[in-house]
């Protein structure tokens, strides 16, 4: 466990910039990601409808909540330079869709539950703060969600989530770098495997 908090502070060093914090408004950053999850995931994973239209609402949310350009640039990590401008689009259109499938079944975990938010830790990137919250599962400790939000003007994005540890942005890249590696340093390659689980069907919890 100690070694796993370690590679996620340790990929966490990697995402943020060097420099000194910018400030950041602390208030509405946490307001941000409390609306996004009270009127947002709490109501889509709460409403009596079928997968399709959860799937479809997580994708609207997540269009207008996290801004999976700057997520996708970071996960492709040094690939990202070595990518056609083509590359780049489909990766980034994948890897959208991507997310909305996974987090939509993700999240459908806390159906019948509520985030309790437990204030913010400045980051060290520019613009950026961590807004903590929990989760109680009804069996042992509440589930730890920490919400990663970048502040550009007056608009707030998330850009990372972090469940018990397990960053999304910095498991993907890991993830990713691993394959291409794998594959002779296509992107090309990435993306098909990526677009194979798109259209894969959701395994059942049972399952997992």
Request: aromatic residues 10%.
């Amino acid at each position: 466990m100690k070694k796993n908090i370690f590679a996620i502070f340790l990929g966490l060093a990697m995402f943020v910039s060097t420099g000194a914090r910018a400030d950041i408004n602390v208030e509405k950053a946490d307001a941000f990601v409390r609306e996004v999850t009270s009127n947002g995931i709490e109501e889509i994973i709460n409403a009596n409808v079928s997968q399709k239209v959860k799937d479809e609402r997580f994708e609207k949310l997540f269009n207008q909540a996290l801004d999976l350009d700057f997520i996708g640039q970071f996960v492709l990590g040094r690939y990202w330079r070595t990518a056609t401008p083509q590359e780049r689009k489909d990766f980034i259109q994948v890897y959208r869709e991507l997310n909305v499938k996974t987090w939509s079944a993700r999240f459908d975990e806390f159906k019948g539950k509520s985030f309790v938010f437990t204030g913010s830790t400045p980051s060290t990137s520019k613009n950026q703060i961590f807004i903590n919250s929990t989760v109680a599962m009804g069996e042992g400790e509440p589930a730890k969600v920490v919400w990663r939000v970048k502040q550009n003007g007056d608009n707030f994005k998330i850009v990372d989530i972090i469940i018990e540890n397990v960053s999304l942005a910095i498991t993907a890249r890991n993830e990713y770098t691993a394959f291409i590696k794998n594959h002779q340093g296509s992107v090309a390659a990435l993306i098909k495997d990526l677009r194979q689980k798109v259209n894969a069907p959701v395994a059942s919890k049972k399952a997992a």
